[in-house]
């Protein structure tokens, strides 16, 4: 299994961006999937995770309001619309999947490379 992820780049406060991730390989059931990001010289931090079928969604209490997880329309696609921006939220967002939900936070089984995101003041 493959996790890609698009969409990061440099912002300014208050701006809004959405990432894209999807996930890939010969065949594939659903998966959870989730957010995560990292700064560095500190450790990679939930944000957000959405059940296979869409129905349950978590988030982490600093995004909760500002940030929204979806599932595309694309097996196995999901994206975090990012709104109202500020400097704490840069990091390098990852994506994760995998085919249990209780999996997440602590041990999803497939990661993205993951994609810079810098919001600027």
């Known amino acids: 299994v493959q996790v890609a992820e698009s969409g990061g780049g440099l912002v300014k406060t208050g701006d809004s961006l959405r990432l894209s991730c999807a996930a890939s390989?010969?065949?594939?059931?659903?998966?959870?999937m989730g957010w995560f990001r990292q700064v560095p010289g500190k450790e990679r931090e939930f944000v957000a995770v959405?059940?296979?079928?869409?129905?349950?969604?978590e988030y982490s209490e600093f995004v909760i309001g500002r940030f929204a997880i979806s599932r595309g329309s694309t097996k196995n696609t999901v994206f975090l619309q990012m709104n109202s921006l500020n400097p704490g939220d840069t990091a390098v967002y990852y994506c994760?999947?995998?085919?249990?939900?209780?999996?997440?936070?602590?041990?999803?089984?497939?990661w993205g490379q993951g994609t810079q995101v810098t919001v600027s003041s």
């Open positions: 994760a999947a995998d085919l249990t939900y209780s999996d997440f936070p602590d041990s999803p089984d497939y």
């Open positions: 959405i059940s296979a079928d869409g129905r349950t969604l």
């Open positions: 390989g010969r065949v594939l059931p659903d998966y959870a």
